[in-house]
């Protein structure tokens, strides 16, 4: 998925992550971003 659609793809991906997570244990995974820094050079929160 990453190697295709780069940027776009890793942040649909951490976008339905974070819904889940909102949706299933009521928690806010915004503050989890950073986990994703270091992946891609295009990737920062």
């Known amino acids: ?3 295709d659609g780069r940027l776009d793809a890793m942040e649909n991906m951490f ?3 974070e819904f ?3 949706e299933e244990i009521d928690k ?3 503050p ?3 986990w994703w820094n270091n ?3 295009e ?3």
């Open 1 to 3: 998925m990453y190697a």
């Open 15 to 17: 976008h339905s992550i």
């Open 20 to 22: 889940r997570i909102k």
């Open 28 to 30: 806010d995974a915004r």
């Open 32 to 34: 989890y971003r950073a």
């Open 39 to 41: 992946i891609s050079g």
């Open 43 to 45: 990737w920062r929160y």
